[in-house]
């Protein structure tokens, strides 16, 4: 792989993304970064450690930890609502229309 300037990492990028197999990784990546995010953003405004979500979940720090780093290829459902459960959230999935402009309409809020 040839060097990219750090001035034309958008455009590498763009050009990256016609590849329709590296723009499905790449979305699926970015998918896994938002929730793994918004996870550890929730578990730190109810102000528990790893560990304490851990235990209320029967699960191990590191599979927490996984979790927050987009390491765990067998999340499932389930486990996202035993999570949210244990956070007093609830869990809302909604499939927007896609545009011209916006093909790709993956995030996590």
Do not use: W
């Not at 990256?16 to 723009?23: D, G, Q, S, T």
């Not at 918004?38 to 720090?61: H, I, M, N, P």
């Not at 609830?90 to 996590?108: A, D, E, M, T």
């Amino acid at each position: 792989m040839k060097k990219v300037k750090l001035e034309n990492i958008e455009q590498h990028l763009k050009e990256e993304l016609k590849n329709k197999a590296f723009k499905k990784a790449y979305e699926m990546e970015c998918v896994k970064t938002a929730l793994a995010q918004k996870l550890a953003e929730l578990r730190e405004d109810e102000e528990l450690t790893q560990g304490e979500l851990a235990k209320r979940l029967g699960v191990s720090q590191q599979f927490i930890s996984q979790i927050e780093t987009a390491e765990e290829r067998n999340l499932t459902i389930e486990t996202l609502i035993k999570i949210a459960t244990s956070l007093g959230r609830g869990i809302n999935i909604s499939f927007p229309k896609l545009s011209k402009h916006h093909q790709s309409c993956l995030r996590v809020v």
